[in-house]
């Protein structure tokens, strides 16, 4: 009984915080008529709803191909295995972490308890990051291009965040190449730009937030001398990025489907969702919690109408409460099968690379 205690103590912010992301979707449900929904979920269409779950599934694969293609670059014997788990530790400590802050921290952990030195698997889930920022602005700047109107007209004051959003990271991505080029450049600017908040009173902490700041650009900087400069290497790992993005955004398009509610284009659909996750990013609890559940409707209802209850219910459940099952199973089977810092088949000739790099 005491261990229970303690592991509801040490996890009470996740329960916390799960219990209200249900708490949100059971009252918009409630706020629904039982009988249509009850209606709605008995005519789902099986074909779509499971490509809808298996859509998903081909993501969280994508996450461990993406992994392994990163790691095999510098351990060549690195297993396929071990980068799902890998990933799907990421996406369960993404999920119920703060601001989606646990996920890249408990990945280099878990790498390095299979055998990976630390220094390499920070460089790997930095330039992975990295990349996956780039595409996902870049992607988000092509939807605006097509689809930024519809949702301005249909969707009341909510554009601009997701502009916020592509500038914020886009600003990121910018200063990190600036550093890998000219780092003194980037000291002035980022130094200029804190003062200027600190005397608008925007920023309180000037020097820890210089610290801070200037700490990230540099992990990312050294993550690419780590990796080097494989084009081939970039390039696949980018195709897989786009492909796991757009399998991640066409859930809701297959959930639409399952409705039996027909009439509005994929791409559309998918820009939405594209549009959701942006937002979303910006809520401080695991998950989004709450922050998810309302964008989505007020995305959301313009497609699904009455339907936006029971079809919020269903993509949270796909896309975050399986992720979180999942990921705790992963888990529990790296830490069962991986238990040791070096594993046996590192331990072949060749492999030199285990013991030659430093982690000081």
Request: proline share 3%.
């Amino acid at each position: 009984m005491s261990k229970v205690k303690h592991v509801i103590k040490k996890n009470l912010f996740v329960i916390i915080t799960l219990s209200i992301s249900l708490g949100l979707l059971i009252g918009f449900l409630m706020t629904q008529d039982q009988k249509s929904l009850q209606e709605i979920f008995a005519h789902l269409e099986p074909g779509w709803m499971f490509a809808a779950i298996f859509s998903m599934l081909l993501t969280w694969f994508l996450e461990g191909i993406c992994n392994w293609l990163l790691c095999h670059h510098l351990y060549p014997k690195w297993t396929l295995n071990r980068s799902i788990i890998v990933g799907m530790i990421g996406i369960l400590y993404n999920n119920i972490t703060p601001f989606s802050t646990g996920g890249q921290p408990m990945q280099i952990y878990s790498m390095h308890k299979m055998g990976m030195k630390t220094g390499k698997a920070g460089a790997i889930i930095a330039v992975k990051t990295l990349i996956y920022q780039c595409i996902m602005v870049f992607y988000s700047l092509i939807l605006m291009i097509f689809h930024l109107h519809f949702f301005q007209t249909t969707v009341s004051n909510l554009s601009f965040l997701t502009i916020f959003g592509v500038l914020t990271n886009g600003a990121f991505i910018l200063l990190v190449l600036l550093f890998s080029i000219y780092p003194p450049f980037v000291y002035r600017l980022i130094h200029g730009v804190l003062h200027l908040l600190e005397r608008i009173h925007v920023v309180h902490d000037f020097q820890a937030k210089y610290d801070d700041t200037v700490l990230k650009l540099k992990v990312f900087h050294d993550g690419i001398k780590t990796m080097g400069h494989s084009i081939k290497l970039y390039a696949c790992v980018c195709l897989v990025t786009v492909l796991q993005i757009t399998l991640n955004s066409v859930v809701t398009y297959f959930i639409f489907l399952s409705f039996g509610l027909r009439g509005t284009g994929m791409w559309v659909m998918i820009a939405a969702q594209v549009f959701v996750n942006m937002i979303a990013s910006f809520v401080p609890l695991p998950g989004a919690s709450g922050g998810a559940e309302i964008s989505f409707g007020m995305f959301f209802h313009i497609f699904f109408r009455d339907a936006t209850a029971p079809a919020m219910l269903i993509w949270r459940m796909i896309t975050y409460y399986f992720g979180i099952i999942l990921g705790c199973v992963f888990a529990s089977i790296g830490n069962h099968k991986y238990s040791t810092a070096i594993p046996d088949d590192f331990s072949g000739k060749g492999l030199s690379d285990l013991t030659d790099d430093s982690d000081e």
